[in-house]
């Protein structure tokens, strides 16, 4: 096998690699958002603005949510980047 046939291997092992990592993420963060109606301070007309408990409870449930996104972002940057050698690879 060629040298660029180990770059394409490297990335889709990455990838796969990645999109694993992601999924059991994905699995532990959306498995720890929680519902914060309960807590004192909750704003059921809008959420965002709840205070104390439930504010902190909101906050983190946004942050968890943010990560999830980011994880995603980076699914696709890599998975373009496997693109762009596979393509590479074919035009050599």
Known sequence: MEGGG???????VAFIVVAI????GIQILGS???DCSNLQGYN???????????????KANTQTQTAINLLIIILI??????II????????
């Open 6 to 12: 180990h770059s394409i291997i490297t990335v889709v």
């Open 21 to 24: 990592v992601i999924s059991i």
């Open 32 to 34: 720890s958002v929680q």
């Open 44 to 58: 059921s007309t809008t959420p965002a603005s709840s205070t104390g408990w439930a504010g902190s409870c909101e």
């Open 77 to 82: 940057v890599i998975a373009a980047a496997g």
């Open 85 to 92: 050698s596979v393509l590479r690879f074919m035009m050599a």
